[in-house]
């Protein structure tokens, strides 16, 4: 199955006492990269959650989004800094004394002063959450691919339509090949003989190297070449699994036949039908970029 490297997918579920929700997006990327959001005191999953997922995404910038609520404040308890409340208390009775600023200290002088009060989290059972938390991760996940699968059809759809393209062109080309190569020696033949006009020379000989610099234009090799290679892409397409580096270096090797075909064509014709597949190898190149 070819997947797409964009997908989305969500999952909430209850566990450890928790209500869990994960949600996780993707994009390209030409290697896994993974970015995990989690609450503060939950940290400890980041890596738990990373190996878990990179056993079943092999490529694209994944991130995730964890939240994690308990559901009650009875595993938080808020503990005064005494020490330092102490401190504080005393500082500023001796800038209102020093000052003589008039007033006296009350509780108002505290709110917003984070290092006055502690918050306390109940130990966490890290085992129990951390089964918790992947069992939700892993039916977000579940959605994630089935939606990375649904695109990944698409593409396949896609490149192998455009595919089917390339091999009506291809076979155009073969079929103008033998008229083109015989077009070209006969002009080269023709000037051979008006510039040796008058002088001695061996016609036979000249028929000889006029075929041998005739064939050098002929693209034999290269539409055989670029035919196995769209047969190399269709079969990794129908073999499925994370395959999108191995055909961005087949659409490269498909380009560069092209390429040559275009260099050694003499036919118009010919020359408009390799613009036309450098067309369609740019497109199949695109949708592969966003193949797994």
């Given at each position: 199955m070819i997947r797409s490297m964009t997908g989305f997918g969500r999952a909430q579920g209850l566990g450890a006492g928790l209500n869990i929700t994960v949600e996780l997006k993707s994009v390209n990327s030409r290697y896994f990269e993974f970015y995990c959001r989690l609450p503060k005191g939950y940290l400890f999953l980041e890596d738990k959650l990373?190996?878990?997922?990179?056993?079943?995404?092999?490529?694209?910038?994944?991130?995730?989004?964890?939240?994690?609520?308990?559901?009650?404040?009875?595993?938080?308890t808020v503990e005064l800094n005494k020490v330092y409340a102490d401190a504080y208390i005393k500082a500023l009775n001796t800038l209102s004394k020093e000052y003589k600023i008039a007033g006296k200290v009350t509780a108002a002088d505290f709110i917003g002063n984070g290092d006055m009060f502690k918050i306390v989290r109940s130990q966490i059972d890290e085992e129990a959450v951390t089964e918790a938390?992947?069992?939700?991760?892993?039916?977000?996940?579940?959605?994630?691919?089935?939606?990375?699968?649904?695109?990944?059809?698409?593409?396949?759809?896609?490149?192998?339509?455009?595919?089917?393209?390339?091999?009506?062109?291809?076979?155009?080309?073969?079929?103008?090949?033998?008229?083109?190569?015989?077009?070209?020696?006969?002009?080269?033949?023709?000037?051979?003989?008006?510039?040796?006009?008058?002088?001695?020379?061996?016609?036979?000989?000249?028929?000889?190297?006029?075929?041998?610099?005739?064939?050098?234009?002929?693209?034999?090799?290269?539409?055989?070449?670029?035919?196995?290679?769209?047969?190399?892409?269709?079969?990794?397409?129908?073999?499925?699994?994370?395959?999108?580096?191995?055909?961005?270096?087949?659409?490269?090797?498909?380009?560069?036949?092209?390429?040559?075909?275009?260099?050694?064509?003499?036919n118009l014709e010919i020359a408009q039908v390799v613009v036309d597949i450098k067309s369609e190898i740019e497109k199949i190149r695109e949708q592969i970029q966003n193949i797994e």
């Open positions: 990373k190996a878990y997922t990179a056993e079943r995404v092999s490529r694209g910038k994944v991130e995730m989004y964890v939240s994690i609520d308990s559901g009650s404040d009875d595993n938080i938390v992947l069992k939700v991760a892993g039916e977000a996940i579940d959605k994630f691919l089935a939606m990375r699968e649904i695109e990944g059809e698409k593409l396949h759809s896609d490149v192998k339509f455009r595919a089917a393209e390339i091999l009506k062109k291809v076979e155009f080309i073969e079929s103008k090949t033998p008229e083109t190569v015989e077009a070209y020696r006969a002009r080269l033949e023709a000037r051979i003989k008006e510039l040796l006009e008058g002088a001695t020379y061996d016609e036979n000989r000249v028929i000889v190297e006029t075929a041998i610099l005739a064939d050098k234009v002929a693209v034999d090799e290269e539409t055989v070449r670029l035919r196995s290679h769209i047969d190399q892409m269709l079969s990794m397409l129908a073999q499925g699994g994370a395959v999108g580096r191995k055909l961005d270096f087949i659409v490269q090797e498909m380009n560069r036949e092209t390429n040559t075909i275009g260099s050694k064509s003499q």
